[in-house]
Each structure stands twice: as structure tokens, then as C-alpha cells.
């Protein structure tokens, strides 16, 4: 199983990036997917979550209004558009699959997690 994340990459404040997330060795409608992010000295945080089928999102409060997530499942890609980035939303973002819950905005314990891509927002 792989989740491969990209997208990241270094942006001033105010401006935007798409993260996306493509997998293999899983069937990928079967499964829940979430964004994480890490920032350097903290813990590992939930983003935005995205049910098999698309209906159903949430997002933490701190990018609601800001961040959409979005998935294609004839692609095996999920998305994660960012907006208005802050200098607060520099991390390591990761995307994460469990085919075991609707959705889902816990990190422990989740089936699979993808390599992350650094988010890198200047002042």
C-alpha cells in the first residue's frame, strides 16, 4: 500500500497550493481519507476528513473556510486545496486512509499513512 503525497512547496501569506495525494494497493472508494499536518515541536494535528464518497467533509476549525478537501475516486487522488495560507500553516502534511470508519479526524491508530510534503508559508 502507498500514499503518495505532493503539492507542497513554499508560498507567501495570502497565497494558495493544491495538495494532492494518489494511492495504490488499497481500493481507494472503499476508504475514508484525512489530511494531517505536523508543524516542527508539535503534535501531528487533523486538517480535514472526506467520507468514501465525497459527501460528507469536516474540517478543523483553525482552515474552515480556508481548505477543501476533494477526492476522485476514478483517480485514486485525494485533494487538498489551501487558500489564504497563514505562516501558522507551515507543516508537514500528510494524507491518511481507513477503510474502517465514515470518516475520520484521529491519528491514532489509522490504517495508513502517506510520506508528507512540506507546506512552507512565509510572512
Known amino acids: 500500500v502507498q500514499l503518495q503525497a505532493s503539492g507542497g512547496g513554499l508560498v507567501q501569506a495570502g497565497g494558495s497550493l493544491r495538495l494532492a495525494c494518489t494511492s495504490s494497493?488499497?481500493?481507494?472508494?472503499?476508504?475514508?481519507l484525512s489530511w494531517f499536518r505536523q508543524a516542527p515541536g508539535k503534535e501531528r494535528e487533523f486538517v480535514a476528513t472526506?467520507?468514501?464518497?465525497?459527501?460528507?467533509?469536516y474540517y478543523a476549525d483553525s482552515v474552515k473556510g480556508r481548505f477543501t478537501i476533494s477526492r476522485v475516486n476514478a483517480q485514486n487522488t485525494v485533494y487538498l486545496q489551501m487558500n489564504s495560507l497563514k505562516p501558522e500553516d507551515t507543516a508537514v502534511y500528510y494524507c491518511a486512509a481507513d477503510a474502517r470508519y465514515g470518516y475520520f479526524t484521529r491519528r491514532d491508530g489509522v490504517e495508513y499513512w502517506g510520506k508528507g510534503t512540506q507546506v512552507t508559508v512565509s510572512s
Open positions: 494497493g488499497i481500493t481507494f472508494e472503499d476508504y475514508a
Open positions: 472526506i467520507s468514501r464518497t465525497g459527501g460528507t467533509t
